[in-house]
Structures are given as C-alpha cells and as structure tokens.
C-alpha cells in the first residue's frame, strides 16, 4: 500500500496533509500493543488546530502498550485517488490501514461533520452501522462537545464518552485488554462482552447498553494533572490555529443561557500561573510557532492571568513570540492589556456583545452593558489593536425587531469609538443564528425558520453599510442542518444516512456544502425544515 500512496500524493493537492513525520509526532512500533488511532472528521488543517486531540495522543503514547496514530478526512481530490487505486483510509504515522486498529476515536466538535465521519468509516472498509460491526473489526467512540446529544449518531458509533477525556481514555483502553484478540468468551461475543463492559466505565454511553439519560458525565477535578503536551506535533503547513496553546481554564463563571460549552463545563477549574509559565516556556522552545494563545472558553475570568500574561511576555517578546488571549471579555479588557497584547506584532480582539440592545443581553444573561462594550473598544484600538471582531446572534428568544436594529446601531456605535483611537480600525460584524442546545437554559426554546433567518440577515445587509465594517454571515440552511442534530434524537440519524447516501460531504465548506442534498435528505424524513 506504501507504494500506491506515494505515486497519488504528487497527484493531489497538500500532499503534506498525508505525508505524516512532522517534528514531534510520535513512531512507535504496533506489536503486542493496543492500536488506537484518533481523528477529527474533517481536513488536515481543521483537524491538527484540536487541542484535545493533541492531548489525547501525548496521554496515549505515554504508554508502553498502547500506540496512538492519527488520520484526518482526505479531501475530495485524495478520496477520489484513494478510490481510484483502492487505497483505504490510513494513519498518518505508519500509513496503516484504520480498519487494522483495535479502537477508532473521533473527536466530534460540530454538527456539520457528520457526513466526513460515515464517510471515514466507509472509506476505512468498515461497515456503517454499528450493528453490523463484527468480532475482530474496531470499536468506534466519539467524544466531543457533539455527544452532549448523541442520539443522531447513536446507530454509527459503538460508544460515546461524555465529558473531559483525559482519563476515561486510559480505562477504556484497560478494559479492552480483557477482551483480546476478540474471539467468543462462554459462548457470547468478544464484542458484545467489551460494548457492555464499557457501559459500565463512568462517562462512557453505549447505545442498547445503557441509557444516555443515566451516564453522569466525566469531569477532571484538576487540570493541573493533566499531561499536556509540552512538544506538540508541529505540522507541514499552516493549519487554522496556526500556533502553541496553553489550556488556562476549563468552564465559565458566566452563565450566558445560550451557552452549551459553559453549561456543561462545571465547575470552574484554573491552572496555576506558574504552570501556565512552564507550559508556555516549554511550548515556545519545542514548536518553533510565533504566536502562543491562552484559550479558554473566557481566559480573561482567570483571577491569575495577569501575571502569567506578563511572566510570558517577558520571556516570549525577545524572541518574537507574540502572546495571544482569544477569548478575552469586553468587560474584563483594559488598555495596558491590549498594549501587552500587541508587544510584538498588531494584533486583533474579539468581543461577543451577542445581542444588540441591552434588554435581550440582560434576558439571555450576557452580562455586558453598553458602556463596557464601548470601553473596551477604546481599550484595544488605543492600546494598538487595529482589527476587531465582533459576535452578534440573531433568532435568539423574545428577539424583537428593536433588537435587530440595535445590532446595527451598536456597530456604527463601536466603528467610531475605534476610529477615534486608532484610524486604522476596521470591524468585522459576524452574524450566526441561535441553535438551542442540549443542557441549555435555552435547550427547549424554538429555533426560528429558514424564511425568517434569511429575512434577518437580509435587513442587516441593507442597512449595516460602512467602509470599515464588514459584515459576515453563517449559512442559514447550515445553521438550520446544526439545529436538527444538536436536538434530533435517532430518527436524525436517518437523515444523515439519507445526506450521506446523496453525496454530501465537507459540510462545514461553502465550497462542498450542497441545499439541494440536504433539502432531499430532510424531506425525505421530517417536515422539520
């Protein structure tokens, strides 16, 4: 298969999407060990910006019998060559089929993944159904901020963890020890035994095992355990989050009612300053990256972040290392921050007022009033920040035609307090549609329809009109599809094969995504949309 590989990749584009023997990638030799290899369901570039999916192969590998190996969806000029010369899906490590691993994990982010994810099974030469899976052939999970519902996904993949990862990894590859090499145990199945044993694991679902509704989800206490990795793999070519991170924070202590990943994520945990330091040090020295990011879901909440902050730039600047914080709350950002920021290279900042006027932010709990968005604009433009983004949803519950305006009375608001600080400032405005989901406040609220979504973003187009503002929108029949699978149960599932089965892949690229497919697939099942 090595040779067939590399007479198709002078054939495609990014063949270093394939290649594998990045710095820091890990090679470690397959016999007498536990085969896992993990993914993310969409491109090379999507799929190596996840953190977690970088945490979960260091974890792995620290393990004398577990190998860990990755693989990404192959894009349409690959898959067509793969098909083309028969070539299944493989590792990037070893350039070893996927079907020859023991466990198969997905890390499943975004709704609009789902069709890469039946297409890798199909494109492994697995069978789509979990049901028709047999002894001998790998146990697929999926993680993620998707399995917060995973009833859409329920009949493809043989297991879901629910929750932090970090841990629950390790015991699930424990318990598949017992069940080696998979043959029939007492006159039962290998398979159905370890499907079962892995129902009992805490914060492992497996559909006709146990119930979803009984599976209390997995928390690491904390995340200064955790073994992050200090030399990440360093890719080929620039991916989306081209840059080092340091996890400053798990959770939210805001308590925005739109929000699944701070509904979910409780309680509130912070990593120590000094090992944000450490991390940080280490990550700069074994990457070569010229941006390091503090992520979390509000890393400007850390009661410590100052003093990491200021540690690393101190350490970074002479190296032209610029620190980055993308998550940073406009009510929490002042200029001698946004000047730190901006120490090495210009830089932009993102503030998320998501309602224009103060009474629907009150109503969805978005502590921000006026006066601190526009403080913080002054803030970030005077302190050197020239590009701003900005996040307003529209749909969101009791939304009036009042609050639609304030969006755009907001951004004319917001455009000059820039320019009155720094000339050079320009915003961007994007505009995505409220989804509810699983574990929200909002979880039972309705979703406005496909009509009503594009009427809205119709009024922003002709009424938000300046040269420094650029208006960006989300997909509406994207958003629509999201909806369908964030609240979906089984029968979603249905419609996802029917998507797949049409030819719908990369959903996520406007480039790929197909209405017309989607639209067969929905009809086909529901009047939903």
Same mark, same amino acid.
């Given at each position: ?176 020890? /017992? ?65 080092? %991170?340091?996890?400053? %924070? ?24 000094? /090992? ?62 946004? /000047?730190? %920021? ?18 629907? /932010? ?30 307003? %949803? ?136």
């Amino acid at each position: 298969m090595r040779d067939q590989i590399e007479k198709i990749l002078p054939l495609v584009s990014k063949p270093a999407r394939y290649i594998g023997n990045e710095l820091n990638s890990i090679h470690k030799p397959h016999e007498d060990k536990i085969r896992i290899a993990l993914s993310y369901p969409d491109n090379y570039e999507i799929g190596m910006s996840n953190l977690g999916l970088q945490i979960l192969y260091h974890i792995l590998n620290q393990k004398a019998d577990i190998v860990a190996e990755r693989f990404y969806a192959p894009w349409p000029d690959m898959e067509d060559k793969m098909k083309a010369s028969g070539i299944p899906l493989f590792s990037l490590e070893s350039w070893t089929p996927v079907k020859d691993f023991d466990i198969i994990g997905f890390s499943v982010q975004n709704e609009l993944t789902y069709t890469n994810l039946l297409n890798m099974i199909a494109l492994a030469g697995l069978p789509l159904m979990s049901k028709d899976r047999k002894d001998g052939q790998p146990i697929i999970i999926a993680g993620g901020a998707c399995t917060n519902n995973p009833e859409p996904l329920a009949d493809f993949v043989d297991a879901f963890v629910v929750g932090d990862g970090e841990e629950v990894i390790l015991e699930i590859a424990d318990t598949y020890k /017992r069940y080696i090499p998979g043959k029939p145990v007492d006159g039962a199945h290998a398979r159905h035994l370890l499907l079962s044993a892995l129902s009992n694991i805490p914060g492992v679902y497996v559909p006709g095992h146990n119930k979803f509704n009984n599976v209390k989800r997995r928390i690491v206490d904390d995340i200064n355990t955790i073994d992050y990795p200090a030399a990440p793999i360093v890719p080929f070519i620039e991916i989306i989050h081209d840059r080092a %991170m340091v996890e400053i %924070m798990r959770g939210c202590p805001r308590r925005c009612k739109f929000c699944q990943a701070g509904a979910v994520n409780k309680p509130v945990r912070l990593m120590k300053p000094e /090992r944000i330091v450490e991390l940080g040090k280490k990550l700069a020295a074994n990457t070569g990256f010229e941006e390091l990011s503090l992520v979390s879901l509000s890393s400007s909440d850390h009661p410590k972040l100052g003093q990491a902050a200021e540690e690393l730039i101190k350490a970074l600047s002479p190296k032209r290392i610029s620190l980055s914080l993308p998550s940073l709350r406009a009510d929490t950002l002042d200029e001698n921050t946004a /000047r730190q %920021m901006t120490a090495v290279r210009s830089s932009g900042f993102t503030i998320a007022p998501e309602a224009g006027t103060q009474r629907l /932010r009150d109503h969805i709990c978005k502590d921000l009033t006026e006066e601190k968005i526009l403080g913080s604009i002054r803030s970030a433009a005077a302190g050197g920040a020239n590009r701003i983004k900005l996040y307003f %949803m529209i749909g969101l519950p009791t939304e009036t035609q009042d609050d639609l305006e304030g969006i755009v009375d907001l951004a004319y608001k917001i455009i000059k307090e820039a320019k009155s600080s720094n000339p050079r400032s320009k915003i961007t405005v994007n505009v995505s549609t409220f989804i509810p989901k699983k574990g929200t406040a909002f979880e039972n609220e309705k979703m406005i329809s496909l009509k009503e979504t594009l009427q809205k973003q119709q009024f922003l187009k002709d009424t938000l009109k300046h040269r420094s503002i650029d208006l960006k929108w989300h997909d509406p029949m994207m958003s629509q599809i999201e909806g369908v699978f964030a609240t979906g149960g089984k029968e979603a599932g249905k419609i996802l094969l029917r998507a797949y089965e049409l030819g719908c892949r990369f959903d996520n690229w406007s480039e790929y995504f197909n209405r017309e497919k989607w639209e067969t697939a929905i009809a086909t099942h529901t009047d939903k949309i």
